[in-house]
């Protein structure tokens, strides 16, 4: 019941928070809020995916990196070398493993700690980048809240039907308590929620917003089992303690992450 009440208590803030940012901020609101889950993710991830065996500058490499990456390829005037800038930050954080060779306890860390790297730019940096992305194109505020709604609404959806009828466990090993059921509810909540923006994008026809719908809330759910992968590997309960009862800034937006790549092709291509 404790953990019940901060879960609602802290979302209700988080809610009033972004209500805010985005009433009196719009675009800028929302590349606020991006930068600070990039910077604040990036500590989460560092602290998950890079145990204290590791030497301590390779905490503070992955968050400078991540950050600096994001600023660069979120400004009008450079993010057009996004893909440049992917294959350059491979090459950097190579250079740093071979340079600094000595610095591991064996090869296959060095190994480890490039792949980590790679897979953790892409994960903290360029998903959160997309979001942003979102936002410059047309009618970007409605779709980044559409991005927001069948997420969270699928979160909900899942929660109900679990709780209520959830006896088939997905993936126990990952994440115990999400079921079938409750999964085929959040995608139920997801769909009805994107059909609801219809009226705030009524160029984006029905089908479009349907597909949104469905593979959002599934690329939404696959993000949280991804993130509960790498907590269970790290051996850690939750990425961080920002929201209580929620955890940190990953374990609530791992969800958003996942499908914003979809939400940013469909709002590129399909929103006039």
């Known amino acids: 019941m404790k953990n019940l009440l901060s879960r609602a ?41 890079f145990a204290d065996h590791y030497p301590k500058f390779v905490k503070r490499l992955f968050v400078f990196i991540t ?8 400004q009008e005037q450079t993010k057009y070398i996004a893909n440049f800038a992917l294959i350059f930050s491979f090459v950097v954080v190579a250079v740093f493993g071979v340079l600094l060779h000595k610095s591991f306890r064996d090869l296959d860390q060095i190994q480890t700690f490039i792949a980590k790297n790679c897979m953790g730019i892409v994960y903290i940096c360029y998903l959160p980048a997309t979001v942003v992305w979102i936002s410059q194109t047309n009618n970007g505020m ?18 109900l039907f679990g709780v209520t009828m959830g006896k088939t466990k997905i993936a126990p090993e990952l994440s115990p308590k999400k079921s079938v059921q409750g999964a085929i509810g959040g995608l139920w909540f997801s769909l009805l929620v994107a059909l609801c923006f219809k009226y705030f994008i009524p160029s984006t026809p029905f089908y479009i917003l349907a597909i949104c719908g469905l593979l959002g809330g599934m690329l ?3 993000g949280d089992f991804f993130e509960s992968l790498i907590k269970r590997v790290s051996g850690v309960k939750d990425s961080g303690s920002i929201m209580p009862g929620h955890g940190g800034v990953l374990d609530r937006l791992d969800g958003v992450l996942f499908a914003a790549p979809l939400f940013y092709f469909v709002a590129t291509y399909f929103s006039l």
Request: hydrophobic fraction near 65%.
């Open 9 to 49: 208590l802290s979302a209700i803030v988080a809610l009033v928070i972004l209500f805010f940012v985005l009433y009196y901020g719009h675009e800028t609101g929302i590349y606020i809020l991006c930068l600070f889950t990039v910077v604040r993710g990036a500590f989460e991830a560092a602290r998950m995916l």
């Open 67 to 74: 950050t600096a990456l994001f600023l660069l390829i979120t």
């Open 142 to 159: 409605e779709w980044f809240l559409c991005l927001l709604a069948v997420v969270f609404a699928g979160d909900i959806g899942a929660y």
């Open 220 to 222: 939404g759910q696959v």
